[in-house]
């Protein structure tokens, strides 16, 4: 069974800084993308970062400069460091992989989400 499980939500005030890990298990990856999203209530999920196997990397225009998404050593894992958080950054966040499996040709799974509040 395929699964993406995302911590490291929670409450953090204006300003400060929290780490969104995820672990990708019972799939292997030939090469894949990670990736993380967001989704606030009545809007649609919005890409946050994203990195390739390769080391590209992408970023929303309005986290540049304060999100960092990277890879866990050789595992099948991968965290976003996000600080300088604002009211704004509120939202259940999403990690992703897409890429090409062992197997099973190409596939997308979804982390359940986790949630995440700026608030003071």
């Known amino acids: 069974q395929v699964q993406l499980v995302e911590s490291g939500g929670g409450l953090v005030q204006p300003g400060g800084s929290l780490t969104l890990s995820c672990a990708a298990s019972?799939?292997?990856?030939?090469?894949?993308?990670m990736g993380w999203f967001r989704q606030t209530p009545g809007k649609q999920r919005e890409l946050v970062a994203r990195l390739t196997q390769g080391g590209a990397v992408t970023y929303a225009e309005s986290v540049k400069g304060r999100f960092t998404i990277s890879r866990v050593g050789e595992k099948n894992a991968w965290i976003l460091q996000m600080s300088s958080l604002t009211p704004d950054d509120t939202a259940v966040y999403f990690c992703?992989?897409?890429?090409?499996?062992?197997?099973?040709?190409?596939?997308?799974?979804w982390g359940p989400g986790t949630q995440v509040t700026v608030s003071s």
């Open positions: 992703n992989s897409q890429g090409v499996t062992d197997g099973y040709g190409f596939q997308e799974f």
């Open positions: 019972g799939i292997k990856f030939l090469v894949n993308t």
